[in-house]
């Protein structure tokens, strides 16, 4: 029987295990080696969507460790790891969520780490050197901040709700999203704009966020943002009907995130 067949509560605790263990070497190396003079290594969809040399070198710790340990499982990173398991675990991996918050010294970056079986998310680590936390879920065991349980808000109605976004890399997206961003605003308490999806998803998590929507998001953004927030009583989706993916991401307390799925919808958040 592989692990893919049913993955036993000691698969599960070895997974949540490494990642805890990659994500806090990764997240050491990067806040404490950080170089002063840190610039742009390189460009992928547009000039402002950088990639700095702490991000590959975060990425190949993070993946040595993994391949090192569990060398059959697949691998898929935001800076270019992509390895066919043979295991029926796949890790997906952002070294830096938040990358340009890193480049520019500013403290919401976190380390993202999901450990999938099937396609489905088991595992999720998300570690934030900068605030001292890490954030963690198993799939139907909770949402954990440290070893400290952590539940999302009671619902707010929307009009009262703080909401959290983000914004692309490309200015005919954001052209978009602003007009949404533009429409939604009066109609809640207020928007936030951290920077880092996982960061905004996990801030639901422990209730600091009524709700987090987003459109353009790869799956090692909310990989493990995703369970850690809907173990922790969020709903997590995408259009109504659809489950989250790069086309748009929202998650919320149940209540709430029916109303804001709609509005967002009938905005036109999940279009360019
Ligand atoms: C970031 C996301 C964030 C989004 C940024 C960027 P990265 O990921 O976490 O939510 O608004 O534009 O995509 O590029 O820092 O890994």
């Known amino acids: 029987m592989t692990e893919q067949d049913e993955p036993s509560g000691r698969l599960k605790q070895e997974l ?35 990639v700095t040399e702490m991000d590959i070198a975060a990425e190949k710790l ?24 043979t295991s029926g675990v796949e890790w997906v991996i952002d070294p830096i969520d938040g990358t340009v918050n890193y480049l520019y010294g500013l403290p919401s970056w976190a380390i993202s780490i999901a450990a999938r079986v099937n396609g489905e998310t088991l595992v999720g680590v998300v570690h934030v050197p900068m605030r001292g936390e890490t954030f963690r879920a198993v799939l139907g065991e909770g949402a954990f901040i440290g070893d400290r349980p952590t539940r999302v808000r009671p619902a707010a109605k929307l009009g009262l709700a703080l909401v959290g976004t983000g914004f692309g890399y490309l200015a005919e997206r954001k052209v978009q999203q602003a007009e949404v961003v533009r429409r939604l605003i009066p109609e809640v308490r207020d928007i936030r704009r951290g920077g880092s999806a996982a960061i905004d998803l996990c801030d639901v998590a422990a209730g600091r966020l009524d709700a987090y929507y987003e459109r353009g998001l790869n799956p090692w953004d909310y990989a493990a943002g995703d369970l850690i927030a809907r173990e922790a009583g969020a709903v997590t989706g995408g259009r109504p009907g659809e489950p989250l993916s790069p086309a748009l991401t929202v998650a919320a307390p149940p209540g709430l995130f029916e109303r804001l799925q709609a509005r967002l919808n009938e905005l036109g958040a999940w279009h360019d």
Not at 21 to 44: H, I, Y
Not at 65 to 85: K, T
């Open 16 to 50: 949540l295990d490494l990642a805890l263990e990659a994500a806090t070497l990764a997240g050491d190396f990067l806040r404490d080696g950080r170089p002063d003079d840190l610039g742009v290594a390189a460009t992928k969809t547009s000039a402002i969507d950088v």
């Open 62 to 85: 993070i993946t040595g460790l993994l391949s090192d340990r569990r060398p059959e499982d697949g691998l898929l990173g935001e800076e270019g790891a992509s390895v066919e398991g």
